[in-house]
């Protein structure tokens, strides 16, 4: 178990740029999440994936951003066309089970100016 | 839908003394509970989870949590507390209604400042 790893940790883009974030979960953890996550607020649902099949969208998700999730191993987030509002912290979380917690990965940090 | 509540935003504690971090829930079905605990630009550490089964769940750290279903509340507490837990604490809720994903929904959670 090497845990959920993140890259980027940190991301600094100009508005309008696009950028992509990746997430390698814990092989044998079948389910994957992404979550966003802004000062002083909890971390908020973004999508979800069931092996390489995307199951479910926030509404907070606009048509800026798309997440894949090729063979249900790595998991890639891309917003694109950035926003100053999309700065914030994007965590991924993977799981084996509903019983079992979700393991987070350190983030990465987004920073569009 | 379901629901967290995090009422206090950071709770104050001398070394020493115990301390309770509040969570109330809401959901339509049978309820998952889980805290988490988050460092400084870190990700989030999980602390225990409530799945079933006894009420008093005991998890990392010497951190307990009490689940109270007439009150919908998932109390985390600690009988003496430490200026190493000073950080940010996330209640969570899964609600096992059989949606498709039953995700995980986070409180704003609470900062909690131990005072040596």
């Known amino acids: 178990d090497t845990g959920v790893s993140q890259n980027p940790r940190h991301k600094i883009t100009k508005r309008g740029q696009n950028v992509t974030f990746r997430c390698d979960p814990i092989?044998?953890?079948?389910?994957l999440y992404w979550y966003r996550q802004t000062l002083g607020q909890g971390p908020e649902f973004l999508t979800y994936f069931q092996n390489e099949a995307q199951l479910e969208k926030s509404r907070l998700l606009s048509d800026r951003f798309s997440a894949e999730r090729p063979k249900g191993s790595f998991s890639t987030l891309e917003i694109q066309r950035t926003e100053q509002g999309d700065s914030a912290m994007y965590l991924c979380?993977?799981?084996?089970?509903?019983?079992?917690?979700?393991?987070f990965g350190n983030g990465t940090r987004l920073t569009v100016t | 839908a379901q629901s967290v509540a995090q009422p206090e935003d950071q709770v104050n504690v001398a070394e020493g003394n115990p301390l309770t971090v509040k969570c109330t829930y809401s959901v339509s079905g049978n309820p998952y509970l889980f805290w988490y605990v988050q460092y400084p630009n870190r990700g989030l550490q999980f602390l225990l989870k409530?799945?079933?089964?006894?009420?008093l769940v005991k998890g990392s750290y010497g951190f307990e949590a009490e689940f109270n279903k007439s009150q919908t509340s998932f109390h985390l507490k600690k009988p003496s507390a430490l200026v190493s837990d000073s950080a940010l604490y996330f209640c969570?809720?899964?609600?096992?209604?059989?949606?498709?994903?039953?995700?995980?929904?986070f409180g704003t959670g609470t900062l909690l400042a131990v005072q040596p």
């Open positions: 969570a809720v899964r609600d096992m209604d059989g949606g498709a994903t039953n995700k995980l929904i």
């Open positions: 409530y799945i079933t089964g006894d009420n």
């Open positions: 979380a993977s799981e084996g089970s509903y019983n079992s917690p979700l393991h």
């Open positions: 092989s044998e953890h079948n389910r």
